[in-house]
Protein backbone atom coordinates (compact mmCIF):
# COMPACT_ATOMS: atom_id res chain seq x y z
CA UNK A 1 0.00 0.00 0.00
CA UNK A 2 1.37 3.63 -0.98
CA UNK A 3 2.36 6.00 2.06
CA UNK A 4 -0.16 8.33 2.78
CA UNK A 5 0.60 11.84 2.41
CA UNK A 6 1.39 13.71 5.20
CA UNK A 7 -0.94 15.42 7.43
CA UNK A 8 0.67 19.37 8.38
CA UNK A 9 -0.95 21.17 11.75
CA UNK A 10 -0.03 24.49 12.06
CA UNK A 11 -0.97 27.67 14.44
CA UNK A 12 -2.54 30.36 12.82
CA UNK A 13 -0.72 33.84 12.80
CA UNK A 14 -1.37 35.63 9.62
CA UNK A 15 -3.96 33.58 7.72
CA UNK A 16 -2.42 33.80 4.35
CA UNK A 17 1.49 32.94 6.13
CA UNK A 18 -0.14 30.32 7.80
CA UNK A 19 -2.15 28.97 4.90
CA UNK A 20 1.19 28.98 2.63
CA UNK A 21 3.30 26.43 5.63
CA UNK A 22 0.36 24.63 6.09
CA UNK A 23 0.39 23.89 1.95
CA UNK A 24 3.97 23.61 1.96
CA UNK A 25 4.25 21.01 4.81
CA UNK A 26 1.82 19.09 3.62
CA UNK A 27 2.80 19.68 -0.03
CA UNK A 28 -0.91 20.35 -0.51
CA UNK A 29 -0.52 21.55 -4.11
CA UNK A 30 1.53 18.28 -5.64
CA UNK A 31 -1.37 16.68 -7.27
CA UNK A 32 -2.57 19.79 -8.64
CA UNK A 33 -2.20 21.58 -12.54
CA UNK A 34 -2.48 24.76 -13.57
CA UNK A 35 -4.96 24.12 -16.23
CA UNK A 36 -6.94 21.80 -14.35
CA UNK A 37 -10.29 23.24 -13.24
CA UNK A 38 -10.32 23.83 -9.59
CA UNK A 39 -13.58 23.79 -7.46
CA UNK A 40 -13.54 24.83 -3.70
CA UNK A 41 -16.02 23.46 -1.55
CA UNK A 42 -16.49 25.46 2.30
CA UNK A 43 -18.82 24.50 4.44
CA UNK A 44 -21.51 26.68 4.66
CA UNK A 45 -24.53 24.64 5.99
CA UNK A 46 -26.73 27.68 6.58
CA UNK A 47 -27.16 31.20 6.91
CA UNK A 48 -30.11 33.98 8.65
CA UNK A 49 -30.57 37.52 7.43
CA UNK A 50 -33.54 37.49 9.68
CA UNK A 51 -32.20 36.85 12.85
CA UNK A 52 -28.76 37.04 14.27
CA UNK A 53 -26.73 34.57 12.96
CA UNK A 54 -22.99 33.73 14.48
CA UNK A 55 -20.78 31.66 11.92
CA UNK A 56 -18.20 31.23 15.04
CA UNK A 57 -17.13 26.93 14.43
CA UNK A 58 -20.52 26.84 12.44
CA UNK A 59 -19.31 28.16 8.54
CA UNK A 60 -15.90 28.20 6.67
CA UNK A 61 -13.94 31.34 7.39
CA UNK A 62 -13.93 33.66 4.34
CA UNK A 63 -10.07 34.90 5.84
CA UNK A 64 -8.94 31.14 5.10
CA UNK A 65 -11.16 30.82 1.44
CA UNK A 66 -9.23 34.26 0.59
CA UNK A 67 -6.28 33.35 1.82
CA UNK A 68 -6.43 29.58 -0.74
CA UNK A 69 -7.93 32.21 -3.77
CA UNK A 70 -4.86 34.06 -3.57
CA UNK A 71 -2.26 31.50 -2.67
CA UNK A 72 -3.97 29.64 -5.96
CA UNK A 73 -3.08 32.80 -8.59
CA UNK A 74 0.07 33.12 -7.05
CA UNK A 75 0.78 29.67 -8.27
CA UNK A 76 -0.70 30.08 -11.88
CA UNK A 77 -4.23 28.60 -11.50
CA UNK A 78 -6.91 30.41 -13.25
CA UNK A 79 -9.79 28.16 -13.41
CA UNK A 80 -11.05 28.68 -9.77
CA UNK A 81 -14.79 28.04 -8.48
CA UNK A 82 -16.29 28.28 -4.94
CA UNK A 83 -19.53 26.27 -5.03
CA UNK A 84 -21.83 25.04 -2.04
CA UNK A 85 -25.09 23.56 -1.98
CA UNK A 86 -26.22 25.19 1.70
CA UNK A 87 -29.62 23.73 3.14
CA UNK A 88 -32.55 24.73 0.48
CA UNK A 89 -35.32 26.29 2.80
CA UNK A 90 -33.46 27.54 5.89
CA UNK A 91 -30.40 29.93 4.15
CA UNK A 92 -31.05 32.73 1.55
CA UNK A 93 -30.32 32.34 -1.82
CA UNK A 94 -26.69 31.56 -1.94
CA UNK A 95 -25.59 34.51 -4.28
CA UNK A 96 -26.36 36.67 -1.76
CA UNK A 97 -24.74 34.35 1.15
CA UNK A 98 -21.98 34.56 -0.73
CA UNK A 99 -22.01 38.61 -1.28
CA UNK A 100 -22.05 38.80 2.51
CA UNK A 101 -19.10 36.31 2.87
CA UNK A 102 -17.21 38.97 0.64
CA UNK A 103 -17.07 36.22 -2.49
CA UNK A 104 -18.10 38.77 -4.79
CA UNK A 105 -14.90 40.47 -4.18
CA UNK A 106 -12.67 37.35 -5.14
CA UNK A 107 -14.43 36.80 -7.84
CA UNK A 108 -13.83 40.92 -9.30
CA UNK A 109 -10.34 40.25 -7.82
CA UNK A 110 -9.57 37.11 -9.26
CA UNK A 111 -12.07 35.71 -11.53
CA UNK A 112 -13.21 33.28 -9.08
CA UNK A 113 -16.78 31.59 -10.04
CA UNK A 114 -19.20 31.26 -8.27
CA UNK A 115 -21.81 28.27 -7.76
CA UNK A 116 -25.10 27.73 -5.95
CA UNK A 117 -25.14 23.96 -6.08
CA UNK A 118 -28.95 23.94 -5.63
CA UNK A 119 -29.56 26.47 -8.85
CA UNK A 120 -27.32 23.94 -11.12
CA UNK A 121 -28.14 20.47 -12.06
CA UNK A 122 -27.76 17.19 -10.56
CA UNK A 123 -26.20 13.97 -12.19
CA UNK A 124 -27.57 10.48 -10.74
CA UNK A 125 -24.16 8.32 -9.96
CA UNK A 126 -24.39 5.08 -9.29
CA UNK A 127 -22.43 3.90 -6.04
CA UNK A 128 -23.41 0.36 -6.67
CA UNK A 129 -25.46 -1.83 -4.12
CA UNK A 130 -28.63 0.05 -5.57
CA UNK A 131 -27.25 2.84 -4.10
CA UNK A 132 -27.88 6.22 -6.42
CA UNK A 133 -26.97 9.82 -5.34
CA UNK A 134 -27.37 13.00 -6.93
CA UNK A 135 -24.44 15.03 -7.21
CA UNK A 136 -23.98 18.27 -8.51
CA UNK A 137 -22.94 18.09 -12.05
CA UNK A 138 -20.13 21.42 -11.48
CA UNK A 139 -18.60 19.22 -8.71
CA UNK A 140 -18.34 16.12 -10.81
CA UNK A 141 -16.82 18.65 -13.62
CA UNK A 142 -14.29 19.67 -11.33
CA UNK A 143 -10.78 18.54 -12.72
CA UNK A 144 -9.98 18.28 -8.91
CA UNK A 145 -11.61 19.83 -5.49
CA UNK A 146 -10.24 21.49 -2.44
CA UNK A 147 -12.04 20.63 0.77
CA UNK A 148 -12.27 23.23 3.08
CA UNK A 149 -14.69 22.06 6.08
CA UNK A 150 -14.51 23.22 9.62
CA UNK A 151 -12.89 21.84 12.81
CA UNK A 152 -16.43 20.68 14.71
CA UNK A 153 -18.32 18.58 16.13
CA UNK A 154 -21.50 17.24 15.24
CA UNK A 155 -24.55 15.41 17.58
CA UNK A 156 -25.19 12.70 15.31
CA UNK A 157 -21.73 12.02 13.52
CA UNK A 158 -19.57 12.80 16.58
CA UNK A 159 -17.25 15.01 14.19
CA UNK A 160 -18.09 17.28 10.98
CA UNK A 161 -14.87 17.42 9.04
CA UNK A 162 -13.61 16.63 5.57
CA UNK A 163 -15.63 13.61 4.52
CA UNK A 164 -19.43 14.79 5.80
CA UNK A 165 -18.24 18.19 4.35
CA UNK A 166 -18.93 16.40 0.68
CA UNK A 167 -22.61 15.89 1.89
CA UNK A 168 -23.18 19.74 0.63
CA UNK A 169 -22.44 18.39 -3.34
CA UNK A 170 -25.73 16.57 -3.05
CA UNK A 171 -29.36 17.43 -3.80
CA UNK A 172 -31.88 17.36 -0.89
CA UNK A 173 -33.37 14.38 -1.68
CA UNK A 174 -29.92 12.44 -1.85
CA UNK A 175 -29.10 14.51 1.53
CA UNK A 176 -32.37 13.33 3.09
CA UNK A 177 -31.29 10.08 2.54
CA UNK A 178 -27.76 9.77 3.69
CA UNK A 179 -30.00 9.99 6.77
CA UNK A 180 -31.71 6.22 6.87
CA UNK A 181 -31.39 3.54 8.30
CA UNK A 182 -29.62 0.09 8.17
CA UNK A 183 -27.20 0.18 5.07
CA UNK A 184 -28.19 3.78 4.20
CA UNK A 185 -27.83 5.13 8.08
CA UNK A 186 -25.69 7.86 8.44
CA UNK A 187 -22.56 6.53 9.27
CA UNK A 188 -22.52 4.69 6.53
CA UNK A 189 -23.16 6.61 3.89
CA UNK A 190 -20.87 9.72 4.34
CA UNK A 191 -17.86 7.90 3.69
CA UNK A 192 -19.59 6.48 -0.06
CA UNK A 193 -20.12 10.17 -1.53
CA UNK A 194 -16.46 11.02 -1.56
CA UNK A 195 -15.63 7.71 -3.93
CA UNK A 196 -16.77 9.61 -6.64
CA UNK A 197 -15.87 12.83 -6.18
CA UNK A 198 -11.88 14.60 -7.39
CA UNK A 199 -11.02 15.06 -3.76
CA UNK A 200 -7.32 15.99 -4.54
CA UNK A 201 -6.68 18.14 -1.14
CA UNK A 202 -8.58 19.42 2.23
CA UNK A 203 -7.90 22.04 4.70
CA UNK A 204 -9.30 22.00 7.68
CA UNK A 205 -10.44 25.51 8.90
CA UNK A 206 -9.34 25.49 12.37
CA UNK A 207 -9.51 29.44 13.34
CA UNK A 208 -12.75 28.19 15.83
CA UNK A 209 -14.27 25.35 16.89
CA UNK A 210 -17.74 24.10 17.75
CA UNK A 211 -18.99 21.64 20.39
CA UNK A 212 -22.74 20.35 20.09
CA UNK A 213 -22.41 20.90 16.81
CA UNK A 214 -23.01 21.21 13.50
CA UNK A 215 -25.36 24.56 13.53
CA UNK A 216 -24.77 27.72 16.11
CA UNK A 217 -26.71 26.55 18.98
CA UNK A 218 -23.77 24.63 19.81
CA UNK A 219 -21.03 26.66 21.83
CA UNK A 220 -17.86 28.42 19.55
CA UNK A 221 -14.16 28.55 20.67
CA UNK A 222 -10.85 30.13 19.20
CA UNK A 223 -8.37 27.60 18.01
CA UNK A 224 -6.26 29.11 15.41
CA UNK A 225 -5.36 25.83 13.63
CA UNK A 226 -5.38 24.97 10.11
CA UNK A 227 -5.12 21.29 9.56
CA UNK A 228 -4.07 20.13 5.59
CA UNK A 229 -3.36 17.28 3.90
CA UNK A 230 -3.84 15.26 0.37
CA UNK A 231 -4.69 12.22 2.03
CA UNK A 232 -8.62 13.53 3.38
CA UNK A 233 -8.82 10.44 5.52
CA UNK A 234 -5.81 11.25 7.49
CA UNK A 235 -6.85 14.63 7.36
CA UNK A 236 -9.96 14.31 9.08
CA UNK A 237 -8.66 11.36 11.49
CA UNK A 238 -6.00 14.24 12.59
CA UNK A 239 -8.98 16.55 13.02
CA UNK A 240 -10.80 14.32 15.17
CA UNK A 241 -7.86 13.40 17.30
CA UNK A 242 -7.66 17.40 17.79
CA UNK A 243 -11.44 17.61 19.07
CA UNK A 244 -10.54 14.96 21.38
CA UNK A 245 -12.05 11.72 19.48
CA UNK A 246 -10.37 8.64 18.43
CA UNK A 247 -10.86 7.48 14.64
CA UNK A 248 -12.37 4.06 16.35
CA UNK A 249 -15.03 6.21 18.05
CA UNK A 250 -15.96 7.86 15.34
CA UNK A 251 -18.70 5.15 13.16
CA UNK A 252 -18.61 7.07 9.78
CA UNK A 253 -14.42 7.17 9.73
CA UNK A 254 -14.32 3.50 11.15
CA UNK A 255 -16.72 2.50 8.25
CA UNK A 256 -14.52 4.38 5.81
CA UNK A 257 -11.13 2.84 7.06
CA UNK A 258 -12.54 -0.78 6.74
CA UNK A 259 -13.53 -0.17 2.78
CA UNK A 260 -10.83 1.63 1.89
CA UNK A 261 -8.21 -0.99 4.09
CA UNK A 262 -7.13 1.97 6.08
CA UNK A 263 -5.59 2.25 9.97
CA UNK A 264 -7.04 3.68 12.52
CA UNK A 265 -4.45 4.73 14.11
CA UNK A 266 -3.09 7.99 14.35
CA UNK A 267 0.91 6.48 14.81
CA UNK A 268 0.51 5.35 11.10
CA UNK A 269 0.15 8.84 9.76
CA UNK A 270 3.15 11.13 9.51
CA UNK A 271 2.10 14.53 11.18
CA UNK A 272 4.36 17.72 10.11
CA UNK A 273 4.71 21.03 12.49
CA UNK A 274 2.61 21.31 15.51
CA UNK A 275 2.13 17.86 17.62
CA UNK A 276 -2.09 16.98 17.99
CA UNK A 277 -1.07 16.36 21.69
CA UNK A 278 -0.19 19.97 22.32
CA UNK A 279 -3.84 21.06 20.67
CA UNK A 280 -6.12 18.24 21.39
CA UNK A 281 -9.21 18.73 23.77
CA UNK A 282 -11.92 17.19 24.24
CA UNK A 283 -15.27 19.14 22.74
CA UNK A 284 -18.35 17.43 23.53
CA UNK A 285 -20.70 16.61 20.88
CA UNK A 286 -23.63 16.00 22.07
CA UNK A 287 -26.69 17.71 24.48
CA UNK A 288 -27.71 15.70 27.79
CA UNK A 289 -30.79 14.21 27.39
CA UNK A 290 -32.59 12.22 30.40
CA UNK A 291 -32.48 8.87 31.34
CA UNK A 292 -36.01 8.22 30.69
CA UNK A 293 -35.78 9.51 27.28
CA UNK A 294 -37.99 12.56 28.43
CA UNK A 295 -36.28 15.06 27.04
CA UNK A 296 -33.15 17.40 27.73
CA UNK A 297 -31.71 17.07 31.39
CA UNK A 298 -32.66 20.63 31.79
CA UNK A 299 -36.34 20.34 31.12
CA UNK A 300 -35.95 17.79 33.90
CA UNK A 301 -34.09 20.60 36.19
CA UNK A 302 -37.20 22.70 36.02
CA UNK A 303 -39.70 20.06 36.28
CA UNK A 304 -41.17 19.87 33.65
CA UNK A 305 -43.36 16.58 33.16
CA UNK A 306 -46.03 15.76 31.25
CA UNK A 307 -43.82 16.22 28.21
CA UNK A 308 -42.01 13.77 26.68
CA UNK A 309 -39.75 14.27 23.87
CA UNK A 310 -37.83 11.28 22.31
CA UNK A 311 -34.14 12.18 21.71
CA UNK A 312 -32.90 12.81 18.02
CA UNK A 313 -30.93 9.96 16.26
CA UNK A 314 -29.63 9.97 13.43
CA UNK A 315 -32.07 9.48 10.83
CA UNK A 316 -33.44 13.11 11.33
CA UNK A 317 -32.14 14.86 8.49
CA UNK A 318 -29.94 18.16 8.70
CA UNK A 319 -33.21 20.06 8.19
CA UNK A 320 -35.33 19.03 11.10
CA UNK A 321 -31.53 18.63 13.13
CA UNK A 322 -31.45 22.47 12.50
CA UNK A 323 -34.65 23.09 13.82
CA UNK A 324 -34.45 21.15 16.56
CA UNK A 325 -33.10 22.94 18.97
CA UNK A 326 -35.50 26.13 18.40
CA UNK A 327 -38.27 23.70 18.60
CA UNK A 328 -37.05 22.69 22.49
CA UNK A 329 -36.96 26.10 23.08
CA UNK A 330 -40.68 26.47 22.02
CA UNK A 331 -41.84 24.14 23.99
CA UNK A 332 -39.59 25.31 27.16
CA UNK A 333 -41.44 28.79 26.97
CA UNK A 334 -44.94 27.09 26.84
CA UNK A 335 -44.02 25.73 30.57
CA UNK A 336 -46.07 28.09 32.89
CA UNK A 337 -45.30 25.54 35.90
CA UNK A 338 -48.62 23.27 35.40
CA UNK A 339 -47.62 19.72 32.91
CA UNK A 340 -47.87 19.46 29.84
CA UNK A 341 -51.00 17.55 28.91
CA UNK A 342 -49.52 14.28 28.23
CA UNK A 343 -47.52 14.78 25.24
CA UNK A 344 -44.94 12.92 23.32
CA UNK A 345 -42.83 14.32 20.75
CA UNK A 346 -41.32 12.08 17.91
CA UNK A 347 -39.27 12.91 14.67
CA UNK A 348 -37.05 11.32 12.05
CA UNK A 349 -37.86 8.05 10.22
CA UNK A 350 -37.05 5.38 12.92
CA UNK A 351 -39.18 7.00 16.33
CA UNK A 352 -42.50 5.05 16.37
CA UNK A 353 -45.18 7.11 19.36
CA UNK A 354 -45.85 5.11 22.30
CA UNK A 355 -49.40 4.12 23.61
CA UNK A 356 -49.80 5.60 26.62
CA UNK A 357 -49.99 9.82 25.97
CA UNK A 358 -52.85 11.54 24.88
CA UNK A 359 -51.25 13.65 22.40
CA UNK A 360 -48.52 13.03 19.67
CA UNK A 361 -46.61 15.63 17.93
CA UNK A 362 -45.48 14.28 14.79
CA UNK A 363 -42.40 16.72 14.16
CA UNK A 364 -41.49 16.98 10.60
CA UNK A 365 -42.36 15.46 7.54
CA UNK A 366 -40.87 11.65 8.01
CA UNK A 367 -41.95 11.00 11.49
CA UNK A 368 -45.56 11.93 10.17
CA UNK A 369 -45.30 9.64 7.21
CA UNK A 370 -43.78 7.15 9.65
CA UNK A 371 -46.70 7.39 12.01
CA UNK A 372 -49.33 7.72 9.59
CA UNK A 373 -51.74 4.87 10.57
CA UNK A 374 -49.90 3.96 14.32
CA UNK A 375 -52.84 2.71 16.35
CA UNK A 376 -51.08 4.14 19.10
CA UNK A 377 -51.24 7.38 18.85
CA UNK A 378 -54.76 8.89 20.29
CA UNK A 379 -54.62 12.09 18.77
CA UNK A 380 -51.92 13.02 16.03
CA UNK A 381 -50.64 16.46 15.95
CA UNK A 382 -48.58 16.83 12.94
CA UNK A 383 -45.98 19.14 12.38
CA UNK A 384 -45.74 18.78 8.66
CA UNK A 385 -42.50 20.36 6.53
CA UNK A 386 -39.20 19.32 5.67
CA UNK A 387 -38.20 20.66 7.59
CA UNK A 388 -40.87 22.49 9.60
CA UNK A 389 -41.19 25.91 9.87
CA UNK A 390 -41.40 27.24 13.39
CA UNK A 391 -43.75 29.84 12.82
CA UNK A 392 -46.47 27.14 12.09
CA UNK A 393 -45.37 25.23 15.16
CA UNK A 394 -46.51 27.73 17.45
CA UNK A 395 -49.90 27.91 15.22
CA UNK A 396 -50.38 24.35 16.11
CA UNK A 397 -49.68 23.99 19.18
CA UNK A 398 -51.30 27.16 20.71
CA UNK A 399 -54.75 25.13 19.16
CA UNK A 400 -54.03 22.29 21.41
CA UNK A 401 -54.22 24.54 24.49
CA UNK A 402 -50.10 24.96 24.31
CA UNK A 403 -48.74 28.01 23.85
CA UNK A 404 -45.48 28.45 23.12
CA UNK A 405 -44.03 31.50 22.71
CA UNK A 406 -42.60 32.41 19.88
CA UNK A 407 -40.42 35.97 21.00
CA UNK A 408 -38.73 33.57 23.77
CA UNK A 409 -37.23 31.95 20.59
CA UNK A 410 -36.17 35.23 19.04
CA UNK A 411 -34.62 36.45 22.55
CA UNK A 412 -32.43 32.97 22.18
CA UNK A 413 -31.49 33.38 18.89
CA UNK A 414 -29.75 37.04 20.19
CA UNK A 415 -28.57 35.66 23.00
CA UNK A 416 -26.97 32.76 21.01
CA UNK A 417 -25.14 35.98 19.36
CA UNK A 418 -24.91 38.27 21.99
CA UNK A 419 -22.49 36.03 24.11
CA UNK A 420 -19.69 35.89 21.72
CA UNK A 421 -19.58 39.79 21.69
CA UNK A 422 -17.30 40.38 24.52
CA UNK A 423 -14.94 37.68 24.01
CA UNK A 424 -11.61 37.67 23.30
CA UNK A 425 -10.58 36.77 19.35
CA UNK A 426 -14.29 36.39 18.17
CA UNK A 427 -14.01 38.63 14.91
CA UNK A 428 -17.35 38.71 12.19
CA UNK A 429 -14.56 40.23 10.12
CA UNK A 430 -13.67 36.64 9.34
CA UNK A 431 -16.16 36.54 7.48
CA UNK A 432 -15.11 39.43 4.48
CA UNK A 433 -13.06 39.97 2.41
CA UNK A 434 -10.81 42.99 2.67
Not at 52 to 74: C, E, N, Q
Request: negative net charge.
Amino acid sequence: MAKAAPVSIVKVTDVYESLQESLRLSDGLADLNTQDRILIKPNIVSWDFDLPFPPYGVVTTSVVISALVRILADHGFRDVTIGEGALPGLSPDGDVVYETLGYRTLQERYGVKLVDFNKGEFVPIDYGDGLMLDIAKQALEADKIINVPVLKTHNQAKVSLGIKNLKGCLNKKSKQSCHGIGNQELSRMFPRIIDKLPVALTIIDGLYTLEKGPGPTGKAFRKNLLIASRDPFACDLVGAAILGYQAKEVAHLCNYAQSHGRSLELADYEVKGENVADHQEYVTYDWEWSEEDTGPAGFEKRGITGLAIRKYDSSLCTGCSVQYNPMLILLSSAFKGEPFPNVEVVSGKQHLAANSFDNTVLFGKCACHLNKNNPNIKKAIPIWGCPPDLEKFVEVLAKEGIECDYKEYVRFRHYLFGRYKESEGFNLADWSVK
